[in-house]
Each structure stands twice: as structure tokens, then as C-alpha cells.
């Protein structure tokens, strides 16, 4: 999709795709102030088409100016995994502590957040780990012990046979408590 014929629409699209929000894009593209109009014409599909043209454009050169910063430093994948193995390895060595005129004290001194750390970036490169995370939360439920849960299970099948429950959680309620018994 090339610029859009409508020179107001299409200021309104930039604006959009700026971050600016649909009012205040409606405004910088000469319009009255009108939220209506603004979140109407911001629905519109030939705007939402050219805002992700003009997002996407914009991702694009900036992938491009990350890759030529990258190139010009010199930073590849494996610098950095060679300099975190450096890391890793001069952080676990035993370093002797020295006194200020430089010499040994007999004391050693021991990096292990730093090995840590540079080992956890290592593994993650390499897809060694996985982040877990717990789905849901279990509120007060998982604070109660087996016999409350019965009872509260209880007193749900309970209003749930009596009609306090709504129709389709009824049925669903009595076929999740078979299936605990």
C-alpha cells in the first residue's frame, strides 16, 4: 500500500502509528476535536492497513541500523559466548587476595555470582533452561486443607442440585464433582 490518497488520512495513519493516540492524531491531522470521528476513523481498514505498513517500514530500518551498529563493533553471537565463557571461568578460579604493596596474603577470594551469572546467560543461549511459571493462582483454595475443600466442593454441588447455580454451570459442576468421587 503506497501513501494514501486522502493527505488528512494519511497524516492521521503517521500520527497513529507514532504512538499518538486517535484523538490526538485526528487533531495534528487538521480535524475539530471529535472522539466519535476520531475512534471511527481510526476502525476504518485502509487506516489499520496503513499504520501496520508504516510500523512495519519503521521496524525494518531499525532492524537494519541494529545490524550495521552490530557489524561495524564487530559483535557476533560467538564474541559474546566467548566472553561469557572468559567470565565464567576467570570467576571460578581462586583469586589470591593481595595486600597493598601488591603481595599475596594467603587468602583466596571466590566469584561465584559473577560465574553464576554468566553460566545462567550460557544456558539460556543455549536453551538449557526453561522459565516456569505457575498458571493461575489458587487463592484461598490453596490455602485449605483436603477437609475444606470437600466441604466447600460440597456446599457447591449442594446449590449447584438446588438451582442457585446458574444453568450451564449446574451440569458442568455436577460432572467436575463425579469425577472427584
Do not use: C
Request: glycine residues 8%.
Amino acid at each position: 500500500m503506497a501513501v494514501l490518497p486522502n493527505a488528512r488520512h494519511e497524516k492521521f495513519a503517521q500520527e497513529i502509528a507514532s504512538g499518538k493516540t486517535a484523538d490526538e492524531s485526528y487533531v495534528l491531522a487538521g480535524y475539530s476535536e471529535n472522539r466519535h470521528n476520531a475512534a471511527k476513523l481510526a476502525r476504518k481498514e485502509h487506516i489499520k492497513a496503513r499504520v501496520a505498513e508504516l510500523l512495519a517500514e519503521r521496524e525494518h530500518i531499525h532492524a537494519q541500523g541494529t545490524a550495521k551498529a552490530i557489524e561495524s563493533v564487530g559483535l557476533t553471537k560467538e564474541w559474546v559466548i566467548t566472553r561469557l565463557r572468559e567470565n565464567a571461568e576467570r570467576a571460578l578460579q581462586a583469586i589470591p587476595v593481595t595486600n597493598g604493596e601488591g603481595e599475596p596474603t594467603g587468602e583466596y577470594k571466590y566469584e561465584g555470582n559473577v560465574a553464576n551469572r554468566a553460566l545462567e546467560l550460557l544456558g539460556k543461549e543455549l536453551g538449557m533452561f526453561i522459565d516456569r511459571k505457575e498458571v493461575g493462582q489458587p487463592g484461598d483454595f490453596g490455602r485449605m486443607s483436603d477437609d475444606e475443600l470437600r466441604a466447600e466442593l460440597g456446599a457447591l454441588v449442594a446449590s449447584a442440585t438446588t438451582g442457585d447455580a446458574p444453568e450451564g454451570e449446574r451440569a458442568k459442576r455436577s460432572r467436575d464433582t463425579s469425577k472427584l468421587n
